[in-house]
């Protein structure tokens, strides 16, 4: 047979859908929409495994459905602004934006050459001028909506290189590059309001059916809706004795009559059991107390030696500092707390103060042994003993009945906590609150490499909005990293020079802070359905194809990219850009959403150095030797094998796509990496399972090319008997298993029925229209997989047009029925022959069929047939002698 070159035919058919436009979006169809999207790549400089298995599992879908008879919208960009660019500037003495557009070109290639159903006419990256003067009037609109603020916040700040650093840039408390202990420092910043949205954003989740059971209950808990109450503490007598505490605290009582402290709870039922209260080392209060007292002071800078993220604080040793106040217990007469500050509240969540119950609460048990403050249950376990009952080391947080608790005593959790808040609320010192974990959202970055924020800084009128018509505000290109710090910042003129106040019209200065690249993710899958280009996007056609159908991509963005893109969603129809009135998910971005597994490989090590030691090797230049022991082919160094692991650089167990692509085609790489495991799983890459995939590539173009028969592969072979009905109905069995595969996201299932139809084909021997409908089955199933080969063969064996075109087949219900059986016959209980009929075929027919088999007349011979059993359904027993 004719031998397959997938080396000339994939560019061959690749410049054909080019010259055809085939993959172009109409935003005008009449057809339903269908918008298939894959996250897109930042552009690092290559592509690996993970974006193809990525975008294959796109392009599955996307070509399924146009195959479905949707307009199918399959665009692809770039998330271009980020911190790697600035990184390798400062390395290699190079420009961000021409390493980040360099890095485009070289990742461009090796993606087209992939055969993806993509809409490159659309194509953008977010650090184009285009894009990001839209992402400031968005940023404008947001502020016009009141989705945008300034407030001081928490930042890292590296004391040696004086700048501010990202989380990740902090490693074990060290700037990265200055390796000076990173400081707590205050700033003024921007943020979004998606508090905004907290309440809107959990519901939403209902409604996503779509979506990965896990990644809707990640988001929920990142959202983190609490309900419970805010309780007021009244400041108790000054019990000072020694100044300065007692004047100090005789003046803050005078001055501040009704004075006390706010917290919130999710217990109030516990309320009896309380014996401290714990203010954030900056509520406040303890902001005052430093101020005026010297080792409350010592203690804040002690806490700001900790992360500000809420990881570091959860995993901090407890640090408290008694401030010496006092304050009443609300349900309890003469009874007084004492006020400490810990390291384990937090400002930014309730109230910034709990009240301590160390019963049933870990973090207040593990302060009060500490600082040796009393412990007092006040819920007891079924089956414990109230006049022996003690917590021990381990808080008690489950259900159990009130006691040593007053008018609470025997009842439950949840009828406490009402019965606590009931009272509360009617002695007016408090009411039920709902709290939510999620916070605003701090968009600044001290960096270069960004969107800039439009906004004057006007020392009069403060912080004024750039006017839409000076938009765009545009990075400059000379810039130096020679200093540390933010270079937009340094820059001779930038800032500064013709600047104006929009306001006043002083002399003024820009917004030196870019926005967090989250934001460029946060709306790119509207600018694709817009049509974003230089002269700005069409929201309408944005709202239209909105939502994305199906979104596949990475678990790892499963809380923010996902959170924030479901955020800025919603601003943009409130801000009147976008409409999804239309849509039955209401303002979510995504209706569907897929998460894939990772390509993993095996990785090994020189046996002689620890693992450790960056002793990896290649996974090519390893061999085994017969006692299954490993070699390093280059050194004749023994070899250990390590984990098999997600592909990274670091453990040299990459495989770069452009060679596989080179050595086996784009179709054997697809294949293999939707073929081998459930979409959802890792996927380990092997040698011997890309071969396999190119094996399988061969057997299918082998069945094209064995093929001569004169009808095309959209024939109906209606009246076939036989074993062209036997391949008929195979065929169509595994039409209905592998699209209800595809459309279920179970690839690998699908490729299964694939290879079924396959080698039943291979085996079949007619040249007729049973074959060609199996065969144009098959080849159309196998397009949204390995395209390339599926043109191939189609325009092969005579289809129309091009497969991407033709319809998906349609299954035949009537070749699903099972409605033959298999009878065996036996001749004297000896098993000679079988006899395939329809089930119900009546039982003179049967006998006759079953005397007229060839071997079971051989086997009768000269006997005489004395009698003829017919078991229905099961077998037929010829008696002769
Ligand atoms: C008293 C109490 C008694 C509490 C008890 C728990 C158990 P979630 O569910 O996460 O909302 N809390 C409140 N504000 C805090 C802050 N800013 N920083 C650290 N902790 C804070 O947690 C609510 C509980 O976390 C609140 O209920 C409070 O402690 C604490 F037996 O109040 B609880
Ligand atoms: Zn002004």
Redesign the pocket.
Known sequence: PEKYNAAEVEPRWQSVWKARDVYRAHDDSDKPKFYALEMFPYPSGRIHMGHVRNYAMGDVVARYKKAQGFEVLHPMGWDSFGMPAENAAIATGGHPKDWTYNNIDEMRTPMQRLGFALDWSREFATSDVAYYKEQQRIFLKFWEKGLVYRKTAKVNWDPVDNTVLANEQVIDGKGWRSGAVVEQRDMDQWFYKITNYAEDLLKGLDGLDRWPEKVRTMQANWI???E?ASIWFGFAENTETSSPKKELFDEALATDQDGGIE?????????F??SFL?L?PDHPYSKWLANNLPEAEAFRAECAKIGTSEADIATAPKLGFDTGLRVKHPFVEGATLPVWIAN??????????????P???Q??LDFARKYDLPVKA??LPDGEDAATYDVGTE?Y?GEGKLFNSGFLDGLNKSKGIKAAIHKITEMDFGESVT?Y?LRDWGVSRQRYWGCPIPVIKCGDCGSVPVPEDQLPVELPYDISFEKPGNPLDHHPTWKSEGVTCPTCGKAAERETDTLDTFGDSSWYFAAFGGSLSADGMDWDAASKWLPVDQYVGGVEHAVLHLLYARFFTRGLIDCGLLDLSHSQFGGEPFAGLFTQGMVTHATYALADESIEKDSWVLPEDVDANDDGTFVHLPTGRPVIKGDIIKMSKSKKNVVDPNEIIQGYGADVARWFVLSDSPPERDVEWTESGVIGAWRFSKKVWNVVSDTTSAEGPLAVASDASGDALELRKLAHRALEKLTAGIEAFRFNTSVAQIYELTNALSKYKGQDAARMEALGILIRAIAPFMPHLAEECWSKVGGEDLVYHAPWPVVDPKMLVDDTITLPLQVNGKRRSELNIPKDMPKDEIEKLALADEAVQRSIGDATVRKIIVVPGRIVNIVAK
């Open positions: 983190g809706k609490s419970g917290v919130f709870t999710t217990r109030p039922d516990t309320l059991g309380a714990a954030s384990f509240v937090l400002m930014g969540y309730g109230t910034g103060a709990v009240f301590g119950c019963a049933h609460d973090r207040d006040v819920v808080a947080t709290n974990r």
